[in-house]
């Protein structure tokens, strides 16, 4: 996760495209990558972030509302 938003951060591209970043994570680490990526998507309101998951993100959503 860290790479890649390293990566994204030296890329001219407006878009930022994370596809199932989360697929092996326990809940805890979910839960944490989520909300950093939804604080740098917040901070970099110039590019656009599409975030695809096939998990169910109701156990984070509080952390979620909390971030934003």
């Given at each position: 996760m860290?790479f890649?938003l390293?990566?994204?951060?030296?890329?001219?591209?407006?878009?930022?495209?994370?596809?199932e970043?989360?697929?092996?994570?326990?809940?805890?680490?979910r839960?944490m990558?989520?909300?950093t990526?939804l604080e740098c998507a917040?901070?970099h309101a110039?590019?656009?972030?599409i975030i695809l998951?096939?998990?169910?993100?109701?156990?984070?959503t509080?952390?979620v509302?909390?971030a934003?």
């Open positions: 860290a890649l390293a990566v994204g951060a030296n890329t001219e591209t407006p878009f930022r495209v994370m596809d970043y989360d697929v092996f994570m326990d809940p805890v680490n839960r990558a989520t909300i990526l917040r901070d110039d590019f656009q972030y998951t096939p998990q169910d993100l109701s156990v984070s509080a952390a509302h909390a934003l």
